[in-house]
């Protein structure tokens, strides 16, 4: 399998884990508040591709302080 996941189109470096099934990114800082947008495309040995999208929406870290 190979894994491309995106944010806001750049290219994002995860880790997967087989043993989980899980694919897994830490941003080394903070997201900024704002909206998000998140690809991530799987290519099997056979040549198939899978696309997932997903919006998020990321809040003021000051909790209004």
Partial sequence: KRQV???NG????AQYDP???RLTWQ?????EPGEYWLLLEVLDG???TARINSR??????????
């Fill in 27 to 31: 941003p080394r800082e903070p997201l």
């Fill in 46 to 48: 056979a040549g198939n």
């Fill in 10 to 13: 750049s290219r994002i470096v």
């Fill in 5 to 7: 996941l995106r944010l």
């Fill in 56 to 65: 998020f929406t990321v809040q003021s870290h000051d909790h209004g302080r």
């Fill in 19 to 21: 043993q989980r099934d």
